[in-house]
């Protein structure tokens, strides 16, 4: 299988307006390759999180290797990491995120126009994924009218809807109560497998963890 992503040798350190540097991640190394879902598990501020934006390119790292697909990501502009981003990561974090003023399926519409789609195409995919995570009958409601696991679904048709191939979710039911967070979970196992994307889940559920093809370990800022 061919990588879809590829960090190699991450370093990252914050000053946080202090004299000396808090350092995240020293040397952190990993990959993931189309069609295989790996889980990311870490103790709290561990930096798990600043791995997944660097891996996103929402963060720079101090040093290191990134590569989408096989290409490198260091040294692209703003403009270039707004477009490899957008056509290549979905995100999904822990509080869904959903724009409170838009239906769930214009929640899901809006990346897709923003990539280009046309509005036809755009709500027919939206319906298409709404309609594979059970959620087709509840397009036209906005979140404050959606529990909890149905927010997170209208959340993970928003990540895939422009075809990623790499999704990065950060604890994507840590908001959910234990049963909710199996079903939306099982969910999320099904939209990546029949697309065959590459997946990297940071959980503190070792349960779910489990169930991933292959689980990491970030610790003193080494993957390990």
């Known amino acids: 299988m061919s990588e879809a992503l590829a960090l190699e040798g991450i370093e990252k350190a914050y000053s946080r307006g202090r004299p000396a540097e808090v350092v995240v991640l020293r040397g952190a190394s990993i990959s993931v390759a189309h069609g295989e879902v790996v889980a990311l598990v870490a103790p709290s501020g561990a930096g798990k999180s600043t791995l997944l934006h660097i891996a996103g390119l929402l963060d720079t790292a101090d040093s ?51 990539a280009g789609v046309s509005q036809k195409a755009a709500e027919a995919r939206a319906r298409e994924l709404l309609g594979q995570v059970g959620v087709l009958e509840r397009a036209a409601h906005r979140p404050a009218a959606l529990s909890g696991g149905e927010q997170q679904r209208v959340a993970f048709c928003r990540a895939l809807a422009n075809g990623p191939g790499l999704l990065l979710a950060d604890e994507p039911t840590g908001n959910l109560d234990p049963a909710t967070s199996d079903r939306v979970f099982s969910v999320l196992m099904e939209l990546v497998r029949s697309t065959g994307m590459a997946a990297l889940i940071a959980t503190h559920n070792m349960e779910l963890a489990g169930r991933m093809d292959r689980v990491v370990r970030l610790d003193g800022g080494r993957v390990v």
Do not use: C, W
């Open 64 to 114: 290191g290797a990134v590569r989408l697909d096989g290409r490198d990501m260091v040294g692209l502009g703003d403009k270039a990491r707004t477009e490899a981003r957008r056509g290549a990561v979905g995100f999904i974090y822990q509080f869904h995120h959903l724009l409170p003023e838009f239906s769930a399926l214009e929640n899901i519409v809006v990346p897709q126009l923003a």
